[in-house]
């Protein structure tokens, strides 16, 4: 049996395989709701096969947006829209998952295809927090370093929206804390300048996210998996690294995080980043190994010989595709009949929409 095809037990979940489709906006949400097309992109991920289908950065509150048209889960009309998605993504045997996300400083930006800058409150975009009152870039929004209310807020939003994603039938959590937002702000010292409890050392630095994960495991239930994603390092002079996470590994472990989703980068712009076939892969590898927890390796996974040689290594637990998932959402498919592994067919099932 192929590793790729191999189940894997989360807490009371089994994955049926080892592919998992990452989160990937989709800056298709009006007012934070997601509609046909998230249906349509989620499900067919479904369809094609992976064990998981993570729905892409979900803000935990409108001012957590990346853009205008990110999608939501702060309130129960987005709550009600996520349900048929994610019972859809269950049916055809997937578990559905949603990544929880506040964007901070990199909030209210324009979709990529429309320049990727910051959206000006009066063009319809709003002020943004963050740890400290530094940018992500010259010309972009100041954030609003938070307060301890506003600190508080950000936690019961996490908080409530786990709830919501629970009410709307996920059975995955996966917290955002990488690629430069919110969490992955207070993470790192090239974004979080703060002199008090949330700032300076690496305990003050990781405590909003440990914060986090202890409020979204009060109401997430014993029986579901939290994963969370990190990068794993800035690919920066004086910024998080690899060691960091692995030791963040390590105390979020006991706090109920069953899965680290390693990914990199996104904290600082103009960083060179050694792009190639599975380039993430050794820092994956690193924390499974020094953080003895279960991870997913990303970046450039684009072949099923390729995943399957990532998993025998004992780089990783889970393979999540992106970009490769958007070129064939039935690669799940694919992978099975190159490995000669067996693979459900898609469920078929009457119901009236
Ligand atoms: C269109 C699009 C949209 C997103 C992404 C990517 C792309 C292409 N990525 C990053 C993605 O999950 C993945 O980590 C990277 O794309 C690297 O993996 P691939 O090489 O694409 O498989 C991403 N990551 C994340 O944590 N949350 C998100 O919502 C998104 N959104
Ligand atoms: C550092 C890699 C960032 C890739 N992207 C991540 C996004 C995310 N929401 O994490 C959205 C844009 C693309």
Not at 184 to 201: E, W
Request: aromatic letters at 8%; proline letters at 7%.
């Amino acid at each position: 049996m192929p590793k790729l095809f191999e189940p894997l037990s989360q807490r009371g979940l089994t994955l049926r395989n080892r592919i998992a489709v990452a989160p990937m906006c989709q800056y298709s949400a009006v007012d934070g709701l997601p509609d046909h097309w998230h249906l349509v992109h989620l499900g067919s991920r479904a369809v094609g096969g992976a064990a998981v289908v993570i729905a892409e950065a979900t803000a935990v509150s409108a001012e957590g947006r990346i853009s205008p048209q990110d999608a939501g889960i702060w309130n129960d009309a987005q709550l009600a829209a996520w349900r048929p998605i994610a019972d859809f993504i269950a049916a055809q045997g997937a578990i559905p998952g949603v990544q929880l996300a506040h964007a901070g400083r990199k909030a209210s930006t324009q979709r990529p295809w429309e320049g990727h800058g910051p959206v000006a409150v009066a063009k319809g975009g709003w002020t943004v927090v963050a740890p400290s009152a530094v940018p992500f870039d010259t010309g972009w929004h100041v954030p609003h370093a938070l307060d301890e209310a506003g600190i508080r807020a950000v936690i019961a939003d996490f908080r409530a929206a786990a709830q919501r994603a629970l009410d709307a039938g996920f059975q995955l959590i996966e917290l955002h804390g990488a690629h430069g937002y919110l969490l992955h702000q207070f993470l790192s010292p090239l974004s979080n300048r703060r002199a008090d409890a949330y700032g300076g050392s690496f305990d003050n630095r990781t405590r909003l996210l440990r914060e986090v994960v202890v409020a979204v495991r009060e109401v997430w239930p014993e029986h579901l998996p939290l994963w969370l994603r990190i990068s794993a390092t800035d690919w920066a002079e004086g910024g998080w690294t690899p060691e960091e996470s692995v030791a963040l590994a390590r105390m979020v472990k006991p706090l109920g995080v069953d899965l680290v989703d390693v990914s990199s980068g996104g904290l600082v712009p103009h960083v060179t980043i050694p792009l190639g076939p599975g380039y993430q892969v050794p820092f994956a590898a690193q924390v499974r190994r020094e953080a003895d927890i279960a991870t997913s390796a990303v970046g450039l996974i684009t072949e099923a010989a390729q995943a399957e040689a990532i998993l025998a290594e004992g780089a990783a637990d889970v393979i999540s595709l992106a970009r490769e998932s958007l070129r064939d959402p039935y690669f799940p498919r694919r992978a099975a009949s190159e490995l000669g592994a067996q693979i459900a067919a898609p469920v078929q099932y009457g119901r009236a929409w």
